[in-house]
């Protein structure tokens, strides 16, 4: 007799009854389906397993969070560190835990949007750095939630699958340790839904050349057959399904002897639902501890221990002050303080005091300043805060400052693009203590010139007005021995013609 005759698509729904309805599921799957030769050595015994440290293994990630070519599309930080929580709670266990190394961002469309992992690989490799785990967060990842190849030390995520309940980077990073599918063998067969599982399963499947053992629940197979793991179920479901109240598919499955057996869903290197899995076996921990501690492309330290969060509530923010009107600009320059223990900081501006929506400023930075210079809007107000964030234990909050502030009207003179061409600003970036020489040459006519000197905050640091300049062009210098290393900006005005320039003054 059949033992399914409903479509998989059709348990699917029935399976989703049966558990929380709270989460969102993701029914793309993973990009990666081959088991390393390093893992073959290793389970036939070549390879000598290595003891859990007793101390806790950090090991960097370097977070590239990929946009489109206009800088648009990266995944919200806040979304992308409560991923990489549960990623560290999911290896807890393994006494291997991740920090952010680093937190880059890449304009690259052909990455954000790939059609294939080929493409996506090739792409990434080519941008990864040796000594850390690269990950490459995207919009699209090949058309599926991400993927990764083992031995390597990089791996591709879709952003939409990541988030506090997501346990896709966990088991991108098994692959990375070189763990493979429960169902390891199955990735050859067609979907399961146009396809009956019959009352037995077959013996053997054939799979990337080769005839790979279907595993039998009895055991006498499990060392060879699937993943090699002989504490991990049998487990012949290729696609993403959801689990019942039991925590186990909904229709039990009948093995080479054609005993049935029903699949449990805990294990995070299968296909079962976020909603369902939390863990790795103990035979899968070894393995990666163990390869691990064979790598080179990538260090780990203990130096983590100890670490404190940072708490929001340090947090101060400084600069535009709050409720304040700046005279009008393009840009702006906010500065909070450095917090205790924070290595990083998110910064979001918006228009509205609402940062549950889009947003329209958001950046992670190191330093205690940004800059926002895409182009604020003339007597508008803004909307500011600072989230600090500690490399090893990335918990923490906004706290409760909010500051707010209003662009000034716009002014009367008008931004004119030939005169912008005709003055230059050298040496740019400026020395401290080495004067800025500003140029202009071909004016086309005799005038007066007024400039400012601003800060990145808005405050007018020097102004020189009505100087007589002729036809042919002016040299004017700005000393910079008294000012600190920062952004300024340099408002030039001829006839009623206004041009800005951006100067950076360094140590």
């Known amino acids: 007799m059949k033992l399914l005759q409903l479509t998989f698509a059709t348990l699917l729904l029935a399976s989703f009854s049966l558990i929380a309805q709270t989460q969102p599921e993701h029914e793309k799957g993973c990009g990666i389906s081959i088991k390393s030769d390093w893992l073959v050595k290793y389970q036939h015994g070549e390879i000598p397993p290595a003891r859990k440290s007793l101390m806790t293994q950090y090991i960097p990630v370097r977070m590239v969070v990929v946009g489109e070519n206009d800088g648009n599309g990266y995944i919200d930080p806040t979304q992308l560190l409560q991923s990489f929580q549960l990623l560290n709670e999911d290896f807890a266990s393994t006494n291997i835990q991740f920090y952010v190394s680093d937190y880059d961002f890449l304009d690259l469309s052909s990455l954000y949007d790939h059609s294939t992992t080929s493409i996506g690989s090739s792409l990434a490799s080519n941008r990864r750095e040796s000594n850390k785990i690269n990950t490459f967060v995207v919009g699209t990842a090949g058309g599926a939630c991400g993927y990764a190849t083992p031995r390597t030390n990089y791996l591709v995520m879709d952003k939409d699958c990541m988030g506090r309940i997501d346990?896709?980077?966990?088991?991108?990073?098994?692959?990375?340790?070189?763990?493979?599918?429960?169902?390891?063998?199955?990735?050859?067969?067609?979907?399961?839904?146009?396809?009956?599982?019959?009352?037995?399963?077959?013996?053997?499947?054939?799979?990337?050349?080769?005839n790979v053992p279907v595993e039998r629940t009895d055991g006498s197979n499990c060392e060879d057959a699937a993943d090699g793991f002989c504490d991990t179920a049998p487990d012949y479901l290729m696609e993403r399904w959801a689990c019942n109240i039991a925590g186990e598919y909904r229709d039990s499955l009948t093995d080479p002897d054609s005993i049935r057996f029903a699949v449990p869903a805990q294990n995070i290197m299968s296909y079962a639902s976020d909603a369902c899995v939390n863990t790795f076996s103990e035979e899968q921990k070894t393995a990666m501890i163990t390869n691990m501690s064979t790598r080179s492309d990538f260090s780990s330290n203990s130096s983590g221990e100890g670490a404190v969060a940072a708490n929001g509530e340090d947090m101060n923010l400084l600069l535009p002050e709050h409720n304040v009107t700046l005279p009008y600009n393009n840009f702006v320059e906010l500065v909070w303080n450095e917090t205790p223990n924070a290595d990083f900081y998110i910064v979001q501006m918006n228009r509205s005091n609402n940062f549950n929506g889009n947003i329209l400023f958001t950046r992670v930075v190191t330093d205690t300043s940004v800059v926002f210079d895409e182009g604020l809007l003339d007597n508008t107000r803004y909307y500011w805060r600072v989230r600090p964030f500690n490399a090893y234990q990335v918990e923490s909050d906004f706290g409760d400052q909010v500051f707010r502030f209003r662009n000034g009207d716009f002014p009367v003179n008008t931004i004119d693009a030939a005169l912008n061409a005709a003055i230059t600003i050298a040496p740019n970036p400026v020395a401290g203590g080495q004067d800025l020489r500003i140029i202009g040459q071909d004016l086309g006519l005799s005038s007066n010139l007024t400039y400012d000197l601003i800060d990145a905050s808005g405050r007018v640091l020097l102004t020189r007005e009505n100087l007589p300049v002729a036809a042919a062009g002016f040299n004017e210098r700005i000393e910079t021995g008294t000012l600190p290393a920062g952004v300024y900006f340099l408002r030039l005005r001829m006839n009623e013609k206004l041009v800005t320039k951006r100067v950076v003054i360094t140590p």
Not at 186 to 197: G, Q, T
Request: aromatic share 14%; glycine share 6%; net charge negative.
């Open 167 to 210: 346990r896709t980077w966990a088991h991108e990073m098994g692959h990375v340790f070189t763990l493979a599918h429960t169902f390891y063998g199955w990735e050859s067969v067609e979907e399961i839904s146009n396809i009956e599982l019959t009352e037995r399963a077959p013996s053997t499947l054939s799979y990337r050349g080769r």
